[in-house]
């Protein structure tokens, strides 16, 4: 039988609905989409899309860290974007926070994101 985790941390944006954090089953972490939400005030980061993208990152790494591993054991990323146009800033962004080997990665234009975010990510994680 698997063992099924729930992960949550105050460093990342608390859940608004009815998800967790994230949820880790055996060594696999499954991270729920993260929108740029500043954890300490839950308000949105606004003043750029590049901030937005950091906000989101930053969140994610918070998360993959409560689940006991770091951005490096991502596996698989999936951006979600209200603007396609935006997607050069988003591989800036990454470059942040990923070396090679990369994850692998699928993005997606979607009509609108909650909080009229303009990203979302989500991602799986293996941690040893």
């Known amino acids: 039988m698997p063992t099924k985790t729930i992960i949550a941390t105050e460093n990342a944006p608390a859940a608004i609905g009815t998800y967790s954090q994230a949820v880790k089953v ?36 918070a ?11 991502l596996v698989k990323v999936t951006i979600l974007l209200t603007d396609l146009a935006n997607f050069a800033t988003v591989n800036e962004v990454m470059a942040r926070y990923f ?17 009229d975010a303009d990203i979302e990510v989500e991602a799986v994680m293996v941690v040893a």
């Open 26 to 61: 055996d060594n696999t972490v499954y991270m729920s989409g993260q929108i740029p939400l500043v954890p300490a005030t839950m308000e949105m980061v606004t003043e750029s899309f590049e901030a937005q993208a950091v906000q989101v990152f930053e969140n994610l790494k």
């Open 63 to 73: 998360v993959a860290e409560a689940a006991g591993g770091s951005m490096s054991d």
């Open 99 to 115: 070396e090679q080997p990369y994850p692998a990665r699928a993005a997606y234009a979607v009509k609108a994101l909650p909080k």
